[in-house]
């Protein structure tokens, strides 16, 4: 878990009512935005990506072997 975001139920009134939560508190907003995008940065990086490919590949060479 990156901490970049909340858990709330599944319904339309719960989501608009944690955007207003958040739309009045820029102090959570800023936090959890900031917890988001570096989550996403340190899951998919270039680097990241690399090895992914690096091992889709290795794997299909190994099968055509």
Same mark, same amino acid.
Do not use: Q
């Given at each position: 878990?990156?901490?970049?975001? +909340?858990?709330?139920?599944?319904? &339309?009134?719960?989501?608009?009512? %944690?955007?207003? $939560? *958040?739309?009045?508190? =820029?102090?959570?907003?800023?936090?959890?935005?900031? +917890?988001?995008?570096?989550?996403? &940065?340190?899951?998919?990086?270039? %680097?990241?990506? $690399? *090895?992914?490919?690096? =091992?889709?590949?290795?794997?299909?060479?190994?099968?055509?072997?």
């Amino acid at each position: 878990d990156i901490g970049g975001g +909340r858990v709330i139920d599944p319904d &339309a009134v719960a989501l608009a009512r %944690e955007c207003e $939560a *958040l739309d009045r508190d =820029r102090s959570a907003w800023t936090e959890l935005s900031a +917890r988001g995008a570096a989550g996403v &940065a340190s899951k998919h990086s270039p %680097e990241h990506y $690399a *090895l992914a490919v690096e =091992r889709i590949y290795g794997r299909l060479i190994d099968e055509a072997a």
